[in-house]
């Protein structure tokens, strides 16, 4: 698919979904949309195509962290915080998410995507699918957060 078609793809299957979504700037990115209440929980979801993987469609939310959970982060030592970015990274590959950590808004922030890279069977089902597991991932890692931490 070329630059503008994936783009112009998403935003016509979010429009026949109902879903309200605007696009974002990004310079790492070839578009980015950023849906709010996507999937069965609500939360924001942003859809983009890397520069770096054009014809690679990415879907992530972004989890923030407590401010007691981040206080906690804060104090910890190299070392605990290695330990906890593991414990979060096999987390999120247990339920087959890629996780990134982000400090973003002077928040932290765990990432969690899921990317359709199938060049073939990027539709709109496997897209609705993909916004729908990022939706799920996201509840599983705020609770698995709240639980371990």
Not at 20 to 34: P, R, Y
Not at 69 to 85: S, T
Request: glycine letters at 6%; charged letters at 30%; aromatic letters at 8%.
């Amino acid at each position: 698919m070329g630059m503008s078609r994936m783009r112009d793809n998403v935003e016509r299957w979010l429009i026949h979904e109902g879903l309200t979504f605007e696009e974002v700037k990004s310079d790492e990115n070839a578009f980015q949309i950023s849906v709010k209440h996507a999937g069965k929980y609500g939360v924001p979801v942003d859809i983009f195509e890397p520069k770096a993987q054009m014809g690679i469609l990415v879907l992530g939310s972004k989890v923030i962290m407590k401010n007691n959970q981040i206080a906690r982060h804060i104090g910890f030592n190299d070392e605990e915080k290695e330990r906890f970015v593991k414990k979060v990274s096999d987390f999120c590959y247990s339920i087959q998410a890629i996780s990134k950590f982000i400090t973003e808004d002077g928040k932290q922030k765990i990432g969690v995507y899921v990317v359709l890279d199938d060049k073939e069977n990027i539709n709109q089902q496997t897209m609705l699918d993909a916004l729908d597991s990022v939706s799920e991932k996201h509840e599983k890692t705020a609770k698995f957060l709240m639980k371990t931490f």
